[in-house]
């Protein structure tokens, strides 16, 4: 959830930008995203207890009802509900609400100046996109937290690979050569790259949790397959190359 706002930030910056490379303009509002995610998350850690240190205690997450314990308050005799349960895996479930919180006041502190001198138009429909979906990132943590938290490294594993062919599908010549040249040539679109395997890398160091460690690692040369993937196998999905009988 702490990765959500910065790589919404980006897409949000990038497509209100409408630009097939990165202008000044452009890269400084990224820059900004990441200094403002940054900030809102080293400030959310420190306000957490014990506060103003880099270090989190919290109990541990045995099931998956501990995330929504206001669901299991006490009802003696049947009669009358007592309100009275605890957030059962503190700060794992409240750091995220202060978390987006200090992201929209950074984001309504440090974007507004930004935008208006380097990207004087489009630059203001990011900080609207983002003024929307930092709400409703919190209601999706309020109500899924629990399952976010089981199943959050897949997740990023799926939506990296559908970003990534994605990303790809919008190029105008599919070949393989072209989708390599203007890959390896651009440096939007390098980026881009870099961040989808950076995602993919995530998620599987997540999923294998850091057991095993030398057999886990050898997962990570599997980020770039998707992407080989779909270069090798882009032709073949060529609408031109069906004929309808």
């Known amino acids: ?20 490379s990165f ?7 990224h820059v900004s995203a990441v200094v403002e995610t940054v900030l809102a998350a080293v400030l959310a850690v420190l306000l957490a207890y014990p506060r103003w240190t880099f270090s989190l205690r919290s109990c541990r997450v045995q099931r998956l009802s501990d995330w929504y314990t206001m669901l299991h308050n006490p009802n003696p005799n049947y009669e009358h509900t ?10 794992l479930y409240t750091i995220v609400f202060v978390y987006y919180s200090l ?15 380097c ?14 979906l930092l709400p409703i990132l919190a209601l999706l943590h309020a109500v899924s937290a629990g399952l976010l938290y089981y199943s959050f490294p897949y997740i990023t594993i799926i939506l ?22 203007t890959t390896l040539r651009n440096v939007r679109n390098l980026v881009i790259l870099f961040g989808h395997w950076m995602f993919h890398a995530y ?4 999923v294998a949790e850091l057991r095993q460690l030398p057999f886990r690692v050898a997962f990570l040369a599997l980020v770039p397959l998707p992407v080989v993937f779909y270069i090798v196998t882009a032709r073949f999905t060529d609408p031109s190359k069906f004929h309808l009988e």
Not at 105 to 112: A, E, M, S
Not at 164 to 170: E, I, L, M, V
């Open 1 to 20: 959830m702490a990765l959500l706002p910065l790589s919404l930030h980006w897409f949000c910056i990038d497509l209100a930008a409408k630009r097939r």
């Open 23 to 29: 202008t000044r303009g452009v890269l400084v509002l």
């Open 203 to 206: 998620g599987i160091v997540a």
């Open 103 to 117: 992201c929209l006041v950074f984001l309504l502190l440090v974007r507004p100046i930004l935008a208006d001198k």
């Open 160 to 181: 990296s690979v559908i970003s990534s062919a994605a990303h790809f599908a919008f190029q105008l010549d599919q070949s393989m050569k072209s989708l390599v040249v």
């Open 119 to 132: 990207l004087p138009v489009r630059g203001k429909t990011s900080i609207y996109a983002a003024m929307y």
């Open 82 to 91: 007592l309100h009275c349960t605890q957030e059962a895996v503190y700060p």
